[in-house]
């Protein structure tokens, strides 16, 4: 089973390689399940198509293949040894090229399987010439790809990986045709599933080895230097221009696939199969439930791609935060190489300006007084102290605080700071005081407030001018009331009030002693307690 199903993937040329999509598609082949490895006679013979890119004369032979390779491009399959043998003494490097070397490789290469052979008998006139054996040679299926994959090895530094949008906006576009597709010919829905898995797999493989390349040690090495500076702005540009199309289409994706509905699926996946079977294939045997476990195998990995699979995240959200880490570590570069150069920036233009401002000074004591902004005190001190404030109010202003006062002692070790004996002051009188004091100053506002009060309640829209002290106990009542249910609260004396909101779309203005401010039209309603 397993031996047909490599014979049938190698003879479909018309549907993408599985070899080009990365191991996406064998992690997830008979309906996303995992499919355990199963030995077969070509995965354990040697490749010996292979030894012409490791032999001792490599050069001659890798030489030879590109030349049956370039003109295979050019649908010239069959070369006889004198073309080839004039293809090699084009380039100085092979002027003393014998036609006898170009035969012993020309075999040697078709021992390995790289090149088939056919006698050509058109051009025989004698039976020495038929004895002789003229040959043609063509390249192997095999060697084809090899070659192709060398090419590509050849130009991947050079051709590189990237990042397309675009690949996103098709594959929406076509996930959005898929329920349209149950009623098309199969012709144009073999068309369409192609283009689906082709776009997917160039996303998922350009992504792959893009990311690859930033997180390479080169890239790393690349990014603490300061060229990396000149670039920056547009590779960080070129990451979000990405991550907008991931974020555009990936959720219109994501539904599609959610509603699809399974009969539509199904008949969608019997026009592949019936596109397929009418394939003609040579000495390839392929059945029905090998290319439906193909074409589902291959939508499972789209539906795990932009959904996922129960209770793992999908791969276009672990796109999305990897592409935002590289930004982050972007960025966090450049700022440490921007402050890098910073720090041994030339200050040679900014000395020059500071000199000029001193030769314009008309006498030494504006010059000092210049010293004085531009430098600064020469020795300065910077004390920091533990500091008790006197009260917790957040209105009490830095300058309306006491000063403190700092000993400074000695750096000495031989400093012993004298001890002095105390005694337990009594402070009794001194509470007394600070007591009477404040009880003044609380009958001083409750008399203050009293006098702002008319008919039991205070109009915010007709006070006087405030002190801000009145003003701060007055805000605080209308926030003790704003946190209640009922908008009621009580005063420190104990009066229950209740706040008017019933004109609260008008606007008033409160005069103060420090200010005006604008506020709601609201009034304070005291209530009489019921005995």
Known sequence: MESNWNQAVEADSDIPQISESGSWFWRIMNKGEHV????????????????????????????????????????????????????????????????????????????????????????????????????????????????????????LFIEGASLEPTLLERIRRNMERFPEMAGKDKNEVYTWWTDLNNDFMRLNQNYQDYIRDLNSVKAEEMMRTKEFLVFKDRLIEYLRSFIKGLQRNVGVIEECLKTQESDMREAVFDKIVEYELLIPRMEVEVSEKMIRQKAEGRFKSIYDWFVGSEGQENEAAKLFDVTNEIIRRITRYAAQLSEKNALGANRKEEY??????????????????????????????????????????MNRGVYEEKPIQIELKPRVRTYREKTKRSSIIESTEKKLETRRKMLEQQKEEEKKIKMLEKDGAIDFSALPILEPRIREILLKWISDAMESVDFSARTDDGRRYRLDKSNMAEKCVVHCEDGNFTMPKMRIVFQEESV
């Open 352 to 393: 020059r300006k500071v000199a000029e401002m001193f030769m314009r000074c008309e006498n030494l004591e504006e010059a000092h007084k210049m010293s004085a902004m531009v430098f600064g005190m020469e020795k300065t001190f910077h004390i920091a102290g533990d500091q008790v404030r006197e009260t917790d109010s």
């Open 36 to 155: 355990a490895l199963q030995v077969s006679d070509k995965l354990l013979k040697p490749l010996t198509e292979a030894k012409y890119l490791n032999a001792d004369n490599v050069s001659r032979y890798r030489c030879i293949m590109r030349i049956f390779f370039e003109n295979y491009e050019k649908l010239k399959y069959w070369l006889y040894l004198e073309e080839v043998y004039e293809e090699m003494l084009k380039d100085p490097f092979w002027s003393e090229y014998k036609i006898e070397q170009c035969q012993q490789d020309l075999t040697m290469l078709t021992e390995w399987k790289n090149l088939n052979t056919i006698q050509d008998t058109r051009r025989v006139s004698s039976i020495e010439e038929f004895k002789n054996k003229k040959y043609r040679y063509q390249m192997s299926e095999y060697s084809v790809e090899i070659e192709r994959l060398v090419i590509r090895l050849e130009n």
